[in-house]
Nanobody
Framework: QVQLVESGGGLVQAGGSLRLSCAAS????????VGWYRQAPGKQREMVAR???????NYGDSVLGRFTISRDNAKNTVYLQMNSLKPEDTAVYYC?????????????WGQGTQVTVSS
């Protein structure tokens, strides 16, 4: 079991920045991948950024060059630095963890944090 707690969402003007945090209940280096997803009203949930236990990073096309995912192993926390925010970035952002145990894939989600970007 992995519990995930997100924080850092809020209201920001277009062009501004926010940093989201995802605190995990266990060592993040033991988690196969931790990622950020978002879901806007009426849209499907999409992957924003993901970091693997080996440090590999993936980004969604719409955030490439603007968002950066990082982690602090000592704090078991993954961050999403969001710069040059646009109104279309408005969504609920969810932290996700994928953990393989005995070859069984388990997936965990946080409760989500709202990000609203005003124009």
């Amino acid at each position: 079991q992995v519990q995930l707690v997100e924080s850092g969402g809020g209201l920001v003007q277009a062009g501004g920045s926010l940093r989201l945090s995802c605190a995990a209940s266990k060592s993040i280096v033991s988690i196969n991948a931790v990622g950020w997803y978002r879901q806007a009203p009426g849209k499907q949930r999409e992957m924003v950024a993901r970091i693997t236990s080996g440090g590999g990073r993936n980004y969604g096309d719409s955030v490439l060059g603007r968002f950066t995912i990082s982690r602090d192993n000592a704090k078991n926390t993954v961050y999403l630095q969001m710069n040059s925010l646009k109104p279309e970035d408005t969504a609920v952002y969810y932290c996700n963890a994928v953990l393989f145990t005995w070859s069984v894939r388990n997936e965990y989600w946080g409760q989500g944090t709202q990000v609203t970007v005003s124009s």
